[in-house]
C-alpha cells in the first residue's frame, strides 16, 4: 500500500531520472474510458466536457509533474484525441462542430504549453536535485579518505558527518547526538579524559568568533586506556554572505611526532650534560697550563692558549643554551627570584660586553632606576643575548643604543642597532626554538637560532615580554619588558 502511494505520489519522484511514459499512456486512456463509460452515465452531458476538460488539466499537469515533458504531451495527445471521439460520437450542427474543433485545438496548445513548461521545470528541478546527490557523495567520499579525522557540524554546531578515521583516532565510536559547541553530549567523545569541555572545544571557539583555531593540542585517554596526542584544527564555513553556515574540524594523531620529540629532547639533554664534564675539566686544566706557561714568558704559547681558552668559552655557552632549550621544553627550569636594580645590571652588562666589542660603541641613552623581581643571571642572560646579537649582525664603527625606561607598569629595556634588520616575514619567527634566518645573500653569522627562543621563553615565565621593531638593511630594535617590583614602591 505504502509502495502504491509512493509510486502514484509525484513529489516522492523528485530527484529520480527515470521518466516512465507507458504509466502516463495507460493511466489517460484508462482515465478517458472511465470518463465515457461511467462518469458521463452517472452526471449526464450537461456538465460533462466541464469535467472533462477539469480531468484533462489535472492530468496534464500531474503527468508532466511526475514524469517530465514526454510524459505531459503523451496525456495531451491521448487527450486531444478522446476529445475528438466525443466531437465524432456525439450530434450537432456544423456550426457547433467548428467552436468544438476550434476549441480543441486551442486546449490541446495550452496543454501542450503547460506540458512542456511543467515537465522542463520538472527536469531542471531533477537535474539539480541529482547533482547535489553527487556532489554531497563525493565530498563524503573524499572525506571518510582524508588521513585525518573530520567533524562537520551545521552554524549551531549540530554533527553533520564525520569519517572513520576520526573513530580510528579516539578510539571510540562517535554517539549519534554528538554535537559540538554549546550543546553537552557534544565533544565528550573526542576529548574524552575531559581536558576540554564541549564549550571550550576548538569548534566551538570557531563558531562563536567567526575564526579559525589553528592546531591545537591534547593529551586524551581512550577507551582502551591508551594516551595518545591529538592536534585539532578548526574553521568556520561561511557563505557568500559572510554568514556561518557550517563547521568543520580536523584531527589528527601526533602521538609519533610528540614522541620522537621527546626522544630527541632527551639526547639533547643527555649529549649536553655528557658534554658539559669533559669541558669543565678541559677549562679546568687550560687555566692550569696558562698558569705555568706565564712564567716562561712565551708569547706564542699564551696566544695559542688564549684561542683555544676563547674556542673553549664559545663551546661551553653552546652547551648551556643547549642545556636551558632542553630544560625549557621539559619545564626543568628553574628560577631564583630576588630584588635588584634592572638598570644597574643592564650597565654592568653593558661594561662587560663593551670588552669584547672593538668596534661598536655601546651607548647607555636613558636610564631609569627601576627595581624588579627576577631571576638576575637569567635577565643577564637575555641582556647578553640581545647586545650581542647587536654587536653580530651590526656593522663596525656604529652605535648600538640601550634605554631602560618605565611605561606602564612595566620596566622596558630597548637595545638598537644600525645592523642588517629583519623582514617582516622573518619576525615572526625568530623567537621560535632553532630558527635562524637564512639570506643566501647575506654573510652567515655562528649561532644555533636559541638565544631569543631561551629569552623569550625567560620573560614570559616572569609575565614579561619580547618584541622587535625592524626594518631589513636599516637596523633593529629589540626590546623587553618585566613587570616593576611593587613591593618596592616603584
Ligand atoms: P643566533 O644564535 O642565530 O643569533 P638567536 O635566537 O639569537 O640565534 O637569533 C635568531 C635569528 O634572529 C638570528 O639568526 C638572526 O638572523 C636574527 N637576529 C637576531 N638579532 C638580530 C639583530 N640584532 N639584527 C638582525 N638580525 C637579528
Not at 370 to 385: G, L, P
Request: aromatic share 8%.
Amino acid at each position: 500500500m505504502k509502495s502504491l502511494l509512493a509510486y502514484l505520489n509525484p513529489v516522492a519522484h523528485l530527484g529520480n531520472k527515470r521518466y516512465s511514459i507507458t504509466f502516463p499512456f495507460v493511466a489517460t486512456v484508462f482515465t478517458s474510458v472511465i470518463l465515457e463509460t461511467v462518469v458521463k452515465i452517472i452526471i449526464g452531458a450537461d456538465i460533462f466536457g466541464l469535467i472533462v476538460i477539469v480531468v484533462s488539466i489535472f492530468s496534464v499537469i500531474y503527468f508532466s509533474f511526475r514524469d517530465g515533458v514526454r510524459a505531459g504531451v503523451i496525456s495531451t495527445i491521448i487527450i486531444i484525441f478522446y476529445y475528438a471521439y466525443i466531437i465524432l460520437t456525439t450530434p450537432g450542427t456544423l456550426n457547433q462542430k467548428i467552436v468544438q474543433w476550434q476549441t480543441t485545438a486551442v486546449l490541446g496548445l495550452i496543454y501542450l504549453l503547460m506540458a512542456v513548461i511543467i515537465g522542463g521545470l520538472k527536469q531542471k528541478i531533477d537535474t539539480l536535485i541529482v547533482q547535489e546527490a553527487d556532489e554531497r557523495r563525493r565530498l563524503i567520499s573524499i572525506v571518510q579518505q582524508l588521513p585525518v579525522g573530520i567533524v562537520i557540524t551545521n552554524a549551531e554546531g549540530f554533527m553533520l558527518t564525520y569519517n572513520k578515521k576520526l573513530e580510528e583516532i579516539i578510539g571510540s565510536k562517535v554517539p549519534n547526538d554528538h554535537i559540538a559547541g554549546k550543546h553537552d553530549a557534544s565533544i565528550k567523545g573526542i576529548y574524552k579524559n575531559k581536558v576540554v569541555s564541549p564549550s571550550n572545544s576548538p569548534l566551538s571557539h570557531a563558531l562563536q568568533s567567526g575564526k579559525p583555531v589553528v592546531n591545537k593540542e591534547f593529551l586524551i585517554e581512550r577507551k582502551d586506556g591508551k594516551k595518545i596526542f591529538i592536534s585539532v584544527s578548526a574553521s568556520p564555513i561561511h557563505n557568500k554572505n559572510g554568514k556561518i553556515v557550517a563547521g568543520v574540524s580536523i584531527t589528527s594523531d601526533i602521538t609519533a611526532q610528540k614522541e620522537l620529540e621527546l626522544r630527541k629532547d632527551d639526547f639533547v639533554n643527555m649529549a649536553s650534560h655528557e658534554l658539559k664534564t669533559p669541558l669543565t675539566s678541559m677549562k679546568l686544566y687550560l687555566d692550569i697550563l696558562m698558569s705555568k706557561i706565564k712564567n716562561h714568558n712565551d708569547d706564542n704559547a699564551i696566544k695559542t692558549l688564549n684561542s683555544i681558552k676563547y674556542q673553549t668559552d664559545r663551546l661551553t655557552e653552546l652547551v648551556n643554551d643547549l642545556l636551558d632549550v632542553s630544560r625549557l621544553q621539559t619545564g626543568k627550569l628553574i628560577f631564583n627570584k630576588e630584588e635588584f636594580r634592572l638598570d644597574m645590571l643592564v650597565e654592568e652588562n653593558v661594561g662587560e660586553l663593551s670588552g669584547i666589542t672593538r668596534s661598536q660603541k655601546i651607548v647607555i641613552a636613558k636610564k631609569t632606576p627601576i627595581k624588579i623581581y627576577a631571576d638576575k643571571y637569567r635577565i643577564y642572560q637575555v641582556i647578553t643575548n640581545l647586545i650581542t646579537n647587536a654587536i653580530k649582525y651590526s656593522p663596525a664603527h656604529t652605535d648600538i643604543i640601550v634605554k631602560i625606561v618605565k611605561n606602564n607598569e612595566m620596566a622596558v629595556v630597548s637595545i638598537q642597532d644600525s645592523g642588517i634588520g629583519i623582514s617582516k616575514e622573518q619576525q615572526k619567527k625568530i623567537f621560535d626554538r632553532l630558527y635562524q634566518v637564512s639570506d643566501p645573500h647575506e654573510k652567515t653569522f655562528p649561532g644555533l637560532g636559541m638565544g631569543l627562543y631561551i629569552s623569550k621563553e625567560i620573560l614570559s615565565r616572569h609575565n614579561g615580554k619580547i618584541w622587535v621593531e625592524s626594518e631589513k638593511g636599516k637596523g633593529s630594535t629589540f626590546y623587553f619588558s618585566l613587570p616593576l617590583d611593587k613591593r618596592s614602591g616603584n
